[in-house]
């Protein structure tokens, strides 16, 4: 089994999330892209069932997965994705998927030609224990940056409000873990919940993460 961090952003760092339609299909990309059968209907899809927590109300053939989703977070202008691919080469088949699929939507939308991505991803494979269980915290906890920025250097004034203010973001993985349903079928979390012992396990441990960490050790395998 192989875990790995992955993350792209937008070209010259530019906004790749322009609104919640946005997010809400690259969302969708990240479900109907990770099959081993191409994708069909992906437009009449998103825009007949733009319900993406529900995929299941589309009858369609079951898929065969080519990776398992641990965690995901979406920023404004880059994402996270942490990803244990059922075979070596699904990684980049899943991203060249995911990555174009995307690139096509925005560009038909916006009324734009070009590159989207800077790149086609970054990825750094985790071979440490130590490493790997800090990283679903940390990719969680990014949206901070948009309120709380002074979370990096450990300078929260008050840990709580920026607690809560997570549980308010809706682009990631990290309610799920929680126990509140935001995209349930996107995730595969059962590996990650024996790890924390549970979502009151996984509330307890990235609340104490947030007042611990140091982020000089782990930023070599956060990408950025």
């Not at 080469?89 to 939507?105: I, R, S």
């Not at 203010?165 to 799920?176: G, I, T």
Request: hydrophobic share 35%.
């Amino acid at each position: 089994m192989e875990i790995y961090h992955v993350l792209n952003r937008g070209v010259d760092k530019r906004k790749i999330f322009l609104d919640d339609e946005d997010y809400l299909r690259f969302i969708h990309d990240l479900y109907e892209f990770n099959d081993e059968e191409p994708a069909g209907e992906v437009y009449y899809y998103f825009n007949k069932y733009r319900d993406v927590r529900r995929p299941d109300i589309i009858k369609r053939k079951k898929r065969k997965r080519i990776v398992d989703l641990l965690v995901f977070c979406l920023m404004p202008n880059h994402y996270h994705l942490l990803l244990i691919p059922k075979k070596p080469e699904y990684l980049t088949l899943f991203m060249k998927k995911l990555n174009g699929g995307y690139a096509k939507y925005f560009n038909e939308k916006y009324q734009r030609t070009g590159t989207l991505f800077e790149r086609r991803f970054k990825r750094v494979l985790i071979k440490r224990e130590e490493h790997f269980i800090h990283l679903p915290y940390y990719i969680h906890c990014n949206p901070l940056d948009l309120k709380y920025p002074e979370w990096r250097n450990r300078e929260l004034k008050n840990s709580q409000e920026a607690i809560k203010f997570l549980e308010k973001y809706r682009w990631s993985s990290h309610l799920d873990y929680l126990g509140i349903k935001n995209f349930p079928s996107l995730t595969q979390r059962e590996f990650l919940l024996n790890v924390f012992e549970g979502e009151k396990g996984y509330k307890n441990a990235i609340e104490n993460w947030l007042k611990s960490f140091d982020l000089e050790e782990i930023k070599q395998w956060t990408l950025e």
